[in-house]
């Protein structure tokens, strides 16, 4: 059960994250492949509500089952390209930073170069960051899934 109605009671600061998803989603890079990121991201902050929405957004966005299914072992197997790999690997780094050094290591940042120009790898790690936060505030309110509300 939502602990709280976090929207209603800091409403300039929820809007300003809701501000800030919305920009950060502004860019070329394609929305199935954010969706994916946000799915993974999701995965490993334990966060229900977004793990739910970024699942059914993807499927929704065309994505198959099988590579939403993938998504929590994205590093094994064929599902994803080596671009898709990149950004996964990105997201994960910069998700577990607390894991121990180094933080996004040169390896994983120069894959990530190799397959996305300067804009697009701003902008994917401008989305890593804005869903590890919206991650946060939803596991800390234990907001309440969509397909279980």
């Known amino acids: 059960m939502t602990r709280m109605d976090i929207a209603a009671l800091a409403p ?17 890079l394609p929305a ?8 993974r991201v999701s995965q490993i902050n334990g966060c229900a509500y977004c793990v739910d929405s970024h699942s059914h957004d993807a499927v929704k966005g065309g994505e198959s089952p099988a590579r939403v299914y993938a998504v929590a072992a994205w590093d094994e197997g064929p599902a994803f390209s080596a671009a898709e790999r990149a ?27 190799a397959h996305y120009d300067d804009a697009q790898l701003a902008q994917l790690i401008m989305v890593i960051t804005t869903i590890n936060a919206w991650n946060r505030v939803s596991v800390a309110v234990r907001m309440t899934p969509e397909s279980f509300a």
């Open 12 to 28: 300039a600061a929820y809007n300003a994250l809701i501000a800030l998803d919305s920009r950060a989603h502004q860019g070329d």
């Open 32 to 39: 199935g492949l954010l969706d994916l990121v946000k799915l």
């Open 87 to 113: 950004a996964l690997a990105l997201a994960e780094s910069m998700t577990r930073l607390s894991e121990g050094a180094p933080r996004v290591p040169d390896d994983v940042w120069e894959q990530a170069r």
